[in-house]
């Protein structure tokens, strides 16, 4: 495993700005301590607030410099939420509170920062639900194919107190403290093959994450699923050893796929979720007051993310198709076509995770169409 900046768990609790671990050419720190008035009206420049209690003055107290980490790019979603948080916190707190933000990996994959996190050497992560049920498993029934048309039934379902505090309680138990749900929009099918029918989809290679539930459902649909590290798709769609990937569009854009593809076929087969954490371990060494802080300053952030990344899809989408890469649009039929191959995939997630949960999945997402 990459080996992650340590922080001890003293350090983790209470880490003053001079003692902590310091920042190197993979990260950077927080914008300089705002000019603050020492109470909670210094916010910093964004539309979107946190809700938080007037009568706290933030600027006192422990100081902190904590560890914000992703395995996603600057320039993304989930770099827009990460800086949203540090220049939020830094400008609340006039600076006793800065994170020291990494991006890309370099503090290791998401494999590794979920491991990171439990262990407090990190202090928030943000990455895939589909890789951290690796760790919380009950994760996986967030992701049943086609379940939800778009990514505002997806948030809504995931905001349902209900649907929060069950999966909330899940990362409890597991070394997390959940802060709330975020996503880069839906997932998309991209291929060199149209895709027309359901039955285009047999015998495709298509690049998919490492996670079993997802090989499932690639499999119901008659394709030939191949994980594959992120790293080696461009490559992989290049050579030839892939015929096909999925991914939202804004990973798709960013990352040059339509380069390689010759169609962007819109399945909206799954949201591209996302969560954002913080270890367990230091959110119960906190006090009251910053425990609120961190918690409002998070459920924020997830809204300037979700309406960042709702602003940027239109822009994404067109960028595509103006470098002539086809956007196919599947009919209702075929949809639910594509749905009704994924009954088996169903059947084994209530099998493993039992009826009262994907019921509760189900029917809040319902709740929501």
């Given at each position: ?231 080696e798709v461009y490559m992989a769609l290049q050579q030839g050893t892939i015929d096909a ?71 994404r989408m067109k960028k595509v198709e103006e470098t002539g890469t086809e956007i196919v ?41």
């Amino acid at each position: 495993m990459k080996k992650i900046l340590s922080l001890s768990l003293a350090a983790a609790m209470a880490l003053s700005l001079a003692a902590c671990g310091g920042s190197s050419a993979s990260s950077s720190s927080a914008a300089p301590a705002a000019s603050a008035s020492g109470t909670a009206s210094a916010l910093a420049d964004y539309d979107i607030q946190p809700e938080l209690d007037e009568s706290v003055d933030y600027t006192q107290g422990d100081p902190y410099s904590f560890i914000i980490a992703t395995d996603g790019a600057e320039d993304r979603v989930d770099g827009l939420l990460v800086h949203y948080m540090a220049d939020e916190l830094n400008a609340i707190t006039g600076g006793r509170i800065q994170l020291q933000t990494y991006f890309n990996g370099s503090m290791g994959t998401d494999t590794e920062l979920c491991e990171s996190t439990q262990a407090g050497d990190v202090a928030f992560f943000l990455g895939s639900t589909a890789f951290t049920a690796n760790f919380v498993p009950e994760l996986s029934v967030i992701d049943l194919p086609f379940l939800y048309k778009d990514a505002q039934q997806f948030r809504k379902t995931m905001d349902d107190e209900t649907v929060y505090n069950y999966y909330s309680d899940k990362y409890d138990s597991n070394g997390f403290k959940l802060i709330g749900f975020f996503d880069q929009g839906m997932r998309q099918m991209t291929s060199n093959i149209r895709v027309q029918t359901a039955d285009d989809m047999k015998g495709q290679k298509i690049r998919v994450m490492e996670n079993k539930l997802h090989i499932s459902i690639w499999q119901a649909l008659g394709a030939n699923p191949s994980p594959m590290a992120f790293s080696e798709v461009y490559m992989a769609l290049q050579q030839g050893t892939i015929d096909a990937q999925e991914n939202p569009f804004e990973v798709i854009y960013a990352n040059r796929l339509y380069e390689q593809q010759k169609y962007v076929i819109l399945t909206n087969h799954l949201p591209a979720s996302h969560n954002l954490l913080i270890s367990q371990i230091v959110f119960d060494a906190l006090s009251e007051s910053d425990q609120a802080l961190i918690m409002a300053v998070g459920k924020a952030a997830i809204q300037y993310s979700r309406e960042q990344c709702d602003a940027r899809l239109e822009d994404r989408m067109k960028k595509v198709e103006e470098t002539g890469t086809e956007i196919v649009t599947l009919s209702d039929d075929v949809l639910q076509q594509l749905r009704d191959k994924c009954q088996p995939v169903y059947d084994d997630v209530r099998a493993t995770y039992g009826d009262e949960q994907v019921d509760m999945q189900i029917n809040t997402a319902s709740k929501y169409a």
